[in-house]
């Protein structure tokens, strides 16, 4: 209730000028604003939507054999990722076995979902890798963005 109230209280203070029938008018003034957000919102959360189009970046990332770095190409239509590849660039054989797994089943956890709504944890048996490919889409989602 105490949320309510507080939620009230703000209300009021925004329909104070217009007291009795012209706030209903006011609160729709207010609703415009998100309206407009909430358009936005459709395409991408955060307010903001992303250009369509392919996009590569590398993300690094720490393993217990030291830094290590993965590609990660995006393609973006309507702020939804459409494909996903994953480069590998392992330095050492252990390394090269979880990339190889994370880069197999990404596809599986990213491709029709929203670019905002990206975060990977574990992929394949991987989870080191995804630290990496979290970094690059940081990147791209940066560099996408409109």
Do not use: H, W
């Not at 054999?65 to 252990?94: F, I, K, R, S």
């Not at 880069?103 to 890798?129: C, M, N, P, Q």
């Amino acid at each position: 209730m105490s949320i309510l109230g507080a939620a009230g209280c703000a209300g009021a203070e925004a329909e104070e000028p217009p007291a009795g029938t012209p706030a209903s008018e006011q609160p729709m003034t207010d609703a415009t604003t998100p309206a407009t957000g909430g358009a936005a919102e459709g395409a991408g959360t955060a307010g903001g939507t992303y250009k369509d189009g392919t996009y590569s970046d590398t993300g690094a990332y720490q393993s217990p054999a030291g830094q290590e770095e993965v590609g990660v190409t995006l393609t973006l239509e309507a702020d939804v990722v459409t494909a996903v590849e994953v480069e590998p660039m392992p330095d050492n054989p252990t390394t090269t076995e979880y990339q190889g797994r994370f880069a197999g089943g990404i596809a599986d956890a990213v491709v029709g979902k929203k670019l905002d709504e990206l975060s990977v944890d574990k992929v394949a048996g991987s989870s080191l890798t995804s630290g990496g490919f979290n970094d690059a889409l940081g990147k791209i989602k940066s560099e996408a963005r409109l």
